[in-house]
Structure formats: C-alpha cells, structure tokens
C-alpha cells in the first residue's frame, strides 16, 4: 500500500498526537534489546500509538481491509527481534497503556491493560498483600501485555513457574478488528476447563494471533519472609547434584541461581569488594514463605548443601541477605563489562536444557567459546535448567560478528541435541525461527494451522516464530 497513505489515513483516524512518522522516531522501533535486530534495520512504516479497545479495533479492521502488517509492541525489551516490523507496516505501541482496571484482592485477581510495566503493577499489587509471581529480569521495563506474549518468566520460575500459569483471560481484537474475550465473558473463576483453553494459546503467541487488549491475572499472597545461600563448589558436577538433593528432599527453593568461574570471575572484576572464591561453581539459593518455613527449609538445604560444597552460607538478616545476592545482582551488567573494549549481547542467550544435563552442557559450551574464541559468560537458572550464556566480543568487528554467530547457532544446536529448547524465557521473534521445525516437527504445522485459521492475511506480526515466507 501507498505509504504516503497509509500514514494520512492514520493521522486522519487517530490524529496527529498518536502518529510518529518522522525517519528518526521510526528508527527507534527498528530494534528491540536483541543483538539480531541490531543487526538488520527493519522499518516500520508509521507507528500509532493507540490506548483504548475501539481504537485498536479500528486500525485492525483498517490493516485487515489493506492488507497491512501490524506488529504490537510494549517496551521493546524483548531479545528475539519480536517487535520489529520485518515487513513494514505499522508498529502498534502499546507502552502507554497502562491502566490497572481492576484489583479484585477478594477473588485474588488484577485486571491490567497491557501496557503496565511488571514493577509498575506489583508496587500497586503490595498493599493488598497479593502479587504477580513470574519476575523477569527486565521487571521496570517489560510490559505485562508483552510478557503475555513471550511467556516470559524469570528466576523464581522453579517455584512459582512462567506467565501462563496466572492468565486467566484476555481481550483480543482479532486480525479482521473482531473483539474476543477469553476465559468467559463476566468470569472471575480461578479456574474453568470450559471450552478450549484460547488463552492458553495467547500465551506466548508472539503477537502472531492478535492484538491483547486487557488481561485477568491470578494473583497470589506475597511471602511473609525469605532467607539466601550461597554455596560454593570446587566442581561443578557437585553444584547440579546438591540441586537435585534439594528437590528430592521435596524442597522447592523459590530460586536456584547459578555462575560459573567465568561468571564469578566477571562479578569479582565489576564489584571487587565481592570477592568471591574463584571455584568451578557459586550457587544461589533463595528460600520463601512463613517465617518458620524458611528458616526450617535453609537449615534442610544449608545440610544437603555442605555434604559436597566448599563453603556454605545462609542468611535471613536484610543486610546480609541483600551482601550476598550482589553476585547474583551483578552478572547481567557484569558480563558486559568482562574484557575491555568488548560487550555483551544477546545472542544464543536463554537456552533450556533438562536439569541432570547442566553439567554437561556448561562444559559443552566452554568447548564452544574455545572452539570459536568468543568468550562465554554463563549464569542463570540452575533450578530449572535455564541458562544465560552471554557472549563477549566487540560488534564493529565483522570476524567476530561471523564467530559469535556461530557460538549461538552452536548453543542452540546443543539445547536441542541433549534434549533441551532453543529458549527457555524470551521466545522465538525472528531470530530463532530457524530452529522451530527442528525443535517441533508436525507441532509446527499444527501451530501454523491456528495461525492461519485466526490470521489467513497473515497480517499479524509477519516472520516471528515462522520465517517469512512461510504460506
Ligand atoms: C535486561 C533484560 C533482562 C531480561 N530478563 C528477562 C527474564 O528474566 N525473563 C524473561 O522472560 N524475559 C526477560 N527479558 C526479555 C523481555 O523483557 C521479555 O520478553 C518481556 O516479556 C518483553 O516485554 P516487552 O513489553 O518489552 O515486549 P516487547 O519486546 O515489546 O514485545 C515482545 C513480543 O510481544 C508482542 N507483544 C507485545 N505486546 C503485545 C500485545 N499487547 N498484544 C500482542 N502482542 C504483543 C510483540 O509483538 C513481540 O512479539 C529481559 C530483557 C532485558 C532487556
């Protein structure tokens, strides 16, 4: 379509205030915080940016007429290109939409429009003693309606699991402007097994099935207190298997974290007041829940801990607590900062692999970072198998560009060899399309059906989680 056009008619439907068209406001959509889209400009057309129901309705009912790609977006935070528009069209940014509509402490849920930013709707959960439990890692910037999206969850997920498992329901205005409402129209169950679970299939859906308008989210009673440890091993072996003790002792840690010699070495270097023994190993383990739990379940964890550890400590004092989560705190900007001249980038980065083959993997993606001299940071989420592997190099130099290309296509090569998923939290965007019909077989078929069945014009968000081209 015209472009010219296309941009008039929104100024016209929307008016000027909600229309960014200049070159300079649309470059800023063309990336989000993947190394991918940094790599590629991808422009969007015109951006809107829209905060009501009937609006987003009419843009929808507009592209669907024109056949013009729509890519909704939130903060942007995501780390797979998801937002970008590879296609042009136009970018709906939702960020401004941030209303909670309802908080229903007595049936335990909130109510939010999508562009309510995590922290932003825990800060106004804390009063009612309720909260919403995934916790990524980007919580003052990612937006609930793009953490729907991703699926996103973060360190707490061993306990408390990923995003999907608190949607109750969600408004969608579909591809052609229809409104849907999932989960029941005037529901305020906690659970129903009424129908086909659509909301289920929102979740993690990419922006691919439609533009989420509102959502109802479970909520649960905040933790009245926590405890942490920190445990260090000299082998690594050892820091997997004292985490599998813990849970066969049926102790379920509200987070399991782990960083390697290289991640602690990078910590020590970042904050040296850290100073944290240089061993193969450091794991974190943070306990939740009444005050007796906690202190009942870190003794039971500091005891299974200290059979194979070097050194174990554990805490329920604020400051203490607070001294030792620094290296854990640290690693993300830490990594950065590992060699001088270098940064890190997302690339490869949430790999999930099964529990009992941690072990083997950390080596396996040492050999990796060796193999193609592109340093390897690795931290994460030990409890689950969710590990970060953040790449170090310097991307003005094409050489190593090229090499950690093919350090990430390595990691995500071995997540599916030893049984594990190319992404574990931040979702396929564009850049791990490539890896979907190896990680799904037919499944992939089955999704693309739904897709196709809910967007035939394939308008919505074109190239996230199938490549382009795909008909
Ligand atoms: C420092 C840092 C730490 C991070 N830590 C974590 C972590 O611990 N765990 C984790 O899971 N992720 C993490 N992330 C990734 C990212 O924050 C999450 O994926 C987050 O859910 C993205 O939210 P957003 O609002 O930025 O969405 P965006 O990046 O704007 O969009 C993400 C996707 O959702 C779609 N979308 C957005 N809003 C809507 C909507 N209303 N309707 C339909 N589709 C929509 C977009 O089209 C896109 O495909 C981290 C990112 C950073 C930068």
Redesign the pocket.
Known sequence: MDKVKLVNDMVKMFGAEKVLQSELERYTYTY??SFASQQNEYYPDVVVRLESTSDVSKLMKYAWDNNVPV??????????G??VAMTGGIVLD??GWKDIVEIDDANMQVVVR??IVHAELNAALSPYGLFFP?????SA???V???????????RAVKYG??FQYVLGVE?VLPNGDVMKTGGLKSKALKSVSGIDLTRI?CG????L????EIRLKLLPKPQSRGIMLALFEKLEDSALTVLDVFKAGIIPSGIEILDDGGIRCANMFKPDLNIPEVEAAIFFEINGTKPAVEEEGAQVKAIAEKRAKSVEWATDADRMAKLWQGRAVI?AASARFKEGKTRI?AGE?VCFPISKVPEALKRIKAISKEFDIPVVIYGHIGDGNMHTAPIMDPLIPDEVTRTHKVAEAIHRLALEIGGSTTG???V?FARAAYMEEEHGKALDVMWAIKKAIDPKNIM?PG?IWKLGRE
């Open positions: 989000d915080s890519t909704p977006r939130g903060a942007g935070s995501g780390q797979t998801g937002s939702l960020s999508p562009g995934p916790d990524p890692g980007s910037m990612a937006t309606g793009g953490m729907v999206s991703n699926n996103a969850s973060g360190l990923a995003t969608v929102y859906a990419e922006g691919t439609g533009v989420i308008t993300g997302f949430d939290e931040h979702g965007g968000n996230k």
